[in-house]
T-cell receptor
Framework: DAGVIQSPRHEVTEMGQEVTLRCKPI?????LFWYRQTMMRGLELLIYFNNNVPIDDSGMPEDRFSAKMPNASFSTLKIQPSEPRDSAVYFC????????????FGPGTRLTVL | GQQVMQIPQYQHVQEGEDFTTYCNSS?????IQWYKQRPGGHPVFLIQ?????EVKKQKRLTFQFGEAKKNSSLHITATQTTDVGTYFC?????????????FGQGTILTVHP
């Protein structure tokens, strides 16, 4: 298996633009997580899905952020409009539904908003 | 909400010295996991602890889970330059939030040859 796939790996955009980050989880994994990592705030969980259904979005910073999982093999995280404070590395992770199982992280998308 | 505190934030050691990072949760955990992130990389799973008082070893790494299932530690014996990176603990409170991990701030380890 190729592992969790994220695209793009790097994104540079200007304030006010829409940004869409993409994730393909490992096949057969029931859970998908979106995290944001910054030096100041560390690794924060934004939202997670179970069987394509959003379970907990309490970490989504504000209405500018939205996430979807239209099927078991694809998820998007969208920021509209983007702001400089959104600059961070965004990780997608997936895991199976088996109890006590680890999360597998993708390589991340480094987002810079100018 | 649940908080996971991790100390120290940074640790600089000479190669061959030991290293320990500590993790403390504000709530009792179902299980705790440890991850390592190399510079420029992504977090990679190291181990999971489930039982109260559990101790697990992986070569030079020793992981402990406290009796109350609220704290944990990772100890590395005789560090090597390959141990460089950030070590995170991540707590799973279980119950209705099963599968959701709360990560500590991480301990950044540098090893001087």
């Amino acid at each position: 298996d190729a592992g969790v796939i994220q695209s793009p790996r790097h994104e540079v955009t200007e304030m006010g633009q829409e940004v869409t980050l993409r994730c393909k989880p490992i096949s057969g994994h029931d859970y998908l997580f979106w995290y944001r990592q910054t030096m100041m705030r560390g690794l924060e969980l934004l939202i997670y899905f179970n069987n394509n259904v959003p379970i907990d979005d309490s970490g989504m910073p504000e209405d500018r952020f939205s996430a979807k999982m239209p099927n078991a093999s694809f998820s998007t995280l969208k920021i509209q409009p983007s702001e400089p404070r959104d600059s961070a590395v965004y990780f997608c992770a997936s895991r199976t539904g088996t109890i006590y199982n680890e999360q597998f992280f993708g390589p991340g998308t480094r987002l810079t908003v100018l | 909400g649940q908080q996971v505190m991790q100390i120290p934030q940074y640790q600089h050691v000479q190669e061959g010295e030991d290293f320990t990072t500590y993790c403390n949760s504000s709530t009792t955990l179902s299980n705790i996991q440890w991850y390592k992130q190399r510079p420029g990389g992504h977090p990679v799973f190291l181990i999971q602890l489930v039982k109260s008082g559990e101790v697990k070893k992986q070569k030079r790494l020793t992981f402990q889970f406290g009796e109350a299932k609220k704290n944990s530690s990772l100890h590395i014996t005789a560090t090597q330059t390959t141990d460089v990176g950030t070590y995170f603990c991540a707590g799973d409170a279980g119950g209705t939030s099963y599968g959701k991990l709360t990560f500590g701030q991480g301990t950044i380890l540098t090893v001087h040859p």
